[in-house]
């Protein structure tokens, strides 16, 4: 592989286990009521990190909604496996500069690879700062590919953004609280 031919890719990696006959048996114990249950009775499948983070929220309190509730996405954690190019791989990591990571260069001539770990708060962050208009289209098109992963698994929590199309074949978040 070239270095000018590569192109960003990024898989998840590490996404969290939650064992929820643990935590709805003790919860459902020590409150009296079971806090997945707005979750579970909904009509949509809801990804298991959606219902964790709906039973967290409905912990805190019985009355709160079910769904990806922002203040909550510090308890979850993922990772994910990354391939750019070197000069764009400075670039995606400062985007993503409050997470973890280890790089590493390739066999190919100019390209590296990182592993990248976050919450998924800073995940959020993260996507939402490399995905500008600004940002330079392979930056942005690793983002993308980013957000489409997390979009995959069930997690939506771009919801305050809407998704442009970019001039070249990207896309780009648009902040609709700045609008």
């Known amino acids: 592989m070239h270095a000018d031919a590569m192109h960003a890719d990024a898989v998840l990696i590490i ?36 219902r964790f983070i709906s039973a967290l929220a409905a912990i805190r309190d019985q009355k709160s909604p079910a769904g ?33 990571f ?6 190919a001539r100019g390209v590296q690879v990182a592993v990248i770990s976050g919450t998924l708060a800073q995940w959020r962050d993260a996507v939402s700062n490399g995905s500008t208009l600004a940002t330079e289209g ?18 939506d929590v771009w919801t305050d953004f809407r998704v442009r199309p970019a001039p070249d074949k990207t ?8 609008c």
Request: aromatic share 8%.
């Open 138 to 155: 392979e930056v942005r098109l690793c983002f993308n590919r980013i957000h489409s992963l997390f979009e995959g698994a069930g997690l």
């Open 102 to 107: 280890v790089v590493a260069d390739t066999v």
């Open 15 to 50: 996404k969290p286990h939650i064992d929820f006959k643990t935590l709805l048996g003790l919860s459902s114990e020590a409150l009296g009521y079971n806090p997945a249950e707005k979750s579970d009775a909904g009509i949509l499948d809801v990804s298991d990190v959606e």
């Open 68 to 100: 990806l509730i922002a203040g909550l996405l510090t308890h979850v954690s993922f990772s994910v496996f990354l391939a750019c190019e070197e000069r764009d791989m400075i670039d995606v990591l400062q985007s993503a500069a409050a997470m973890s």
């Open 171 to 178: 896309f780009y978040l648009e902040d609709k609280r700045n």
